[in-house]
């Protein structure tokens, strides 16, 4: 076990990201005793870790940190941060040698930004997204892309006006093509439903697509996309009794697949995770109650095709197990972590 923050400070929302060579770069908010600073350390395939580095300016404190990384190991972060007045949202590059770039503020001034997210493709591109208030007031989502060379795109709305929208996701594909969802309100009914975008590598977006049924909510999602640009989401859909786990594929040409149920019926389940393989096969986890005060993670698998697996329980009955997440290989093998009591647990397999 490896410590990566001093004792005595306050340390929390850690992040990691891994490259192909099992290279990891981790990020985390730590209080300074003046501000919190968002921080970073790497460690290479071999086991040796390189120093531990400042990433936001001091003065203002920054939080929610996000990290992804290309298959050279180069890594980059987006944080959100007060510039006095207003949450900015910023990002900083960190090659694999350690070298920093400089940091980047991507979120207009005015209004306050939160809840970044970034992506990278194996190149080094990047993608990000992230809340902001627009003039009217009301919550729009918006990004804003990086290319390996370090040209900056322009700030574009991807969720309508008129409306708010929150949670934003992104995934990319190797050739910097990004898929995007979030839950958006109706303002209205207060209903919400998931809605999805795509953003070309050359800054073309699609229309915006409703994944979930607009008259029944849906809450906040998760994407993963395959190599090729084919996108699979998750969300947690109340079905008039239940919320229950829910998944919708896209293809790379925007095409939708038929909303699937991925989680029995007659019992609430949330907390939905997705990753894809790069053949465009998925695995999902989330957690669901499993009797009186009891908790489990599940697991299902949907191929590229669309045919579902069946249900897995990864957690032991009679049990307290929350907040899954998982990762898989280009082999084909899947991990599911969760915790566990305060402890951490994971399972693994094909």
Same mark, same amino acid.
């Given at each position: 076990?490896?410590?990566?923050?001093?004792?005595?400070?306050?340390?929390?929302?850690?992040?990691?990201?891994?490259?192909?060579?099992?290279?990891?770069?981790?990020?985390?908010?730590?209080?300074?005793?003046?501000?919190? /600073?968002?921080?970073?350390?790497?460690?290479?395939?071999?086991?040796?870790?390189?120093?531990?580095?400042?990433?936001?300016?001091?003065?203002?404190?920054?939080?929610?940190?996000?990290?992804?990384?290309?298959?050279?190991?180069?890594?980059?972060?987006?944080?959100? /941060?007060?510039?006095?007045?207003?949450?900015?949202?910023?990002?900083?590059?960190?090659?694999?040698?350690?070298?920093?770039?400089?940091?980047?503020?991507?979120?207009?001034?005015?209004?306050?930004?939160?809840?970044?997210?970034?992506?990278?493709?194996?190149?080094?591109?990047?993608?990000?997204?992230?809340?902001?208030?627009?003039?009217?007031?009301?919550?729009?989502?918006?990004?804003?892309?990086?290319?390996?060379?370090?040209?900056?795109?322009?700030?574009?709305?991807?969720?309508?006006?008129?409306?708010?929208?929150?949670?934003?996701?992104?995934?990319?594909?190797?050739?910097?093509?990004?898929?995007?969802?979030?839950? /958006?309100?109706?303002?209205?009914?207060?209903?919400?439903?998931?809605?999805?975008?795509?953003?070309?590598?050359?800054?073309?977006?699609?229309?915006?697509?409703?994944?979930?049924?607009?008259?029944?909510?849906?809450?906040?999602?998760?994407?993963?996309?395959? /190599?090729?640009?084919?996108?699979?989401?998750?969300?947690?859909?109340?079905?008039?009794?239940?919320?229950?786990?829910?998944?919708?594929?896209?293809?790379?040409?925007?095409?939708?697949?038929?909303?699937?149920?991925?989680?029995?019926?007659?019992?609430?389940?949330?907390?939905?995770?997705?990753?894809?393989?790069?053949?465009?096969?998925?695995?999902?986890?989330?957690?669901?109650?499993?009797?009186?005060?009891?908790?489990?993670?599940?697991?299902?698998?949907?191929?590229?095709?669309?045919?579902?697996?069946?249900?897995?329980?990864?957690?032991?009955?009679?049990?307290?197990?929350?907040?899954?997440?998982?990762?898989?290989?280009?082999?084909?093998?899947?991990?599911?972590?969760?915790?566990?009591?305060?402890?951490?647990?994971?399972?693994?397999?094909?």
């Amino acid at each position: 076990m490896k410590t990566l923050t001093p004792s005595g400070q306050d340390a929390g929302v850690p992040q990691v990201a891994v490259d192909a060579d099992g290279d990891a770069v981790f990020t985390w908010a730590l209080f300074d005793g003046t501000s919190t /600073r968002i921080q970073a350390q790497a460690r290479s395939a071999a086991g040796t870790w390189s120093a531990v580095q400042d990433l936001s300016d001091p003065g203002q404190s920054a939080y929610a940190p996000q990290v992804a990384v290309d298959a050279d190991g180069d890594a980059v972060f987006t944080w959100q /941060r007060s510039d006095g007045t207003d949450t900015r949202i910023q990002a900083r590059a960190r090659s694999a040698t350690g070298t920093l770039s400089a940091v980047k503020t991507l979120s207009e001034n005015g209004r306050s930004a939160n809840t970044p997210e970034v992506a990278v493709d194996p190149g080094g591109d990047a993608v990000f997204a992230w809340e902001r208030v627009d003039r009217q007031g009301f919550v729009r989502i918006q990004a804003r892309a990086r290319s390996a060379g370090a040209p900056w795109s322009s700030v574009q709305n991807l969720s309508d006006p008129g409306h708010d929208a929150y949670s934003p996701k992104v995934g990319i594909d190797r050739d910097g093509d990004a898929v995007f969802t979030w839950v /958006r309100s109706d303002g209205i009914n207060q209903d919400h439903w998931v809605q999805a975008r795509a953003r070309s590598a050359a800054g073309a977006l699609s229309a915006v697509q409703d994944l979930s049924d607009p008259d029944h909510n849906g809450f906040p999602p998760q994407v993963a996309v395959d /190599r090729d640009g084919d996108a699979v989401f998750t969300w947690s859909h109340w079905d008039g009794a239940n919320f229950r786990v829910q998944a919708r594929a896209r293809s790379r040409s925007g095409t939708l697949s038929a909303v699937q149920p991925l989680s029995d019926n007659g019992r609430n389940a949330g907390e939905p995770q997705v990753a894809v393989y790069p053949d465009g096969n998925a695995v999902f986890t989330w957690q669901r109650p499993d009797g009186p005060g009891f908790v489990r993670i599940q697991a299902r698998e949907r191929s590229a095709t669309g045919t579902l697996s069946t249900v897995h329980n990864l957690s032991d009955s009679g049990q307290h197990a929350f907040y899954p997440q998982v990762a898989v290989d280009p082999g084909g093998d899947a991990v599911v972590t969760w915790t566990l009591y305060g402890l951490v647990q994971a399972s693994a397999g094909p």
